[in-house]
């Protein structure tokens, strides 16, 4: 897994314009400032803060309407929704295929650890 996101000098991000949080800034050694998505993905190298406070903000919350996989036990995927992510947690749900509105069957929820190497963002 990628550059896991430290837990020292990082800290939360929210959008000036509702206060949603959006992310999180890790504050380099030399003053950078590096953005990670709510998922611990980093999103870029270490930046300016107001650069990388603006890409948190251009990301928002848009996981929640795209469309992810998740690796199932067999080595297979499933196309699920994100329905809610938590400071150390994701859950999602089997997205409905062909559907006209997004849709999740909210019965069959899988709840994962933060950071995880199990959910694909669809290309």
């Known amino acids: 897994m990628p550059n896991p996101m430290p837990a020292e000098n990082t800290f939360d991000h929210r959008r000036q314009l509702d206060g949603e949080h959006v992310g999180y800034l890790h504050m380099t050694s030399d003053g950078g400032f590096v953005p990670f998505d709510l998922l611990h993905r980093?999103?870029?190298?270490?930046?300016?803060?107001?650069?990388a406070e603006s890409l948190l903000d251009e990301l928002g919350l848009r996981m929640f309407t795209e469309d992810w996989w998740l690796d199932v036990d067999g080595g297979g995927r499933m196309q699920v929704l994100i329905q809610e992510v938590r400071r150390d947690r994701v859950q999602v749900a089997p997205s409905a295929e062909g559907a006209i509105a997004k849709a999740a069957d909210m019965r069959a929820t899988v709840e994962l650890l933060l950071p995880t190497n199990r959910l694909h963002q669809a290309e």
Do not use: G, P
Not at 42 to 51: G, W
């Open 42 to 51: 980093q999103r870029a190298e270490a930046m300016e803060l107001e650069d």
